[in-house]
């Protein structure tokens, strides 16, 4: 996995030293007992080089999201992508997990509210729900100035101006779409720039901004709970 892992890095100028690489080899190798037992991916591990860690890392192109020392939360982590990754190749990063399955952690809607709120430079979020219900998850961690960062696929063009909407509601706005440097696949970052502080209404109640989510039809869902 690792020889895969720094060919699909070395074209982007991406080189993780000798200590990052021995730990993420080390954290393949978990990853792969545990999900025997637990079923934690079920993408190939032929594919997993690419489709996990590769995909986790590229991002790090684009500098200025990952400021020195930042404090990072991945909601709906999972099997730890892209938070693991991340804080093995930039141990700088002060990174926290977050799941909703009991077996993992918490609900993002709960844990919004409690002292994690508004207190990440940056929240990442990997295909875990459309756009517009990925920015009422991830933009309540955010402090003013800091940034959500939303993994997508081909569909991300066809949710944008609903998650542009719900990030205005929730006091943020959308940056330029960033495509992943992977030859053949088409896979992007959605940025959105935290400009004030979230209205206290947000996150709504568990489960709401999935059955309800903002900016599907334009409207402000001020007086939705």
Known sequence: MIEQLTDILRPAGIAPDALALDRLRAYHALLLEWNSRMDLTNVP???M???HYGDSLLPLLRGEWFPQSAQLIDV??????PGLPLAIARPDLRVTLL????????????AARTELREGFDLAVARAVAPLNVLCEYLLPFVRPGGRALCWKGPAVREELAAGERAAR???AKA???FRLPIEGREHYVQPFLKTGKT???????????????????????????
Do not use: M, V, W
């Not at 709906?76 to 992508?81: H, K, L, N, Q, Y």
């Not at 799941?99 to 709960?110: F, I």
């Not at 489960?207 to 007086?223: A, H, M, Q, V, Y």
């Open 45 to 47: 591990e032929a594919e």
């Open 49 to 51: 080089a690419l489709r």
């Open 76 to 81: 709906g982590t999972g099997a730890g992508f």
């Open 99 to 110: 799941d909703s399955q009991r077996k993992r952690c918490a609900r993002a809607e709960d």
């Open 175 to 177: 940056e330029p779409l």
């Open 199 to 225: 209205a206290r209404q947000y996150p709504r109640k568990s489960g709401t901004p999935s059955k309800e989510p903002l900016g599907n039809s334009g409207e402000s869902g001020k007086n939705r709970q």
């Open 169 to 171: 509601l929730l006091s």
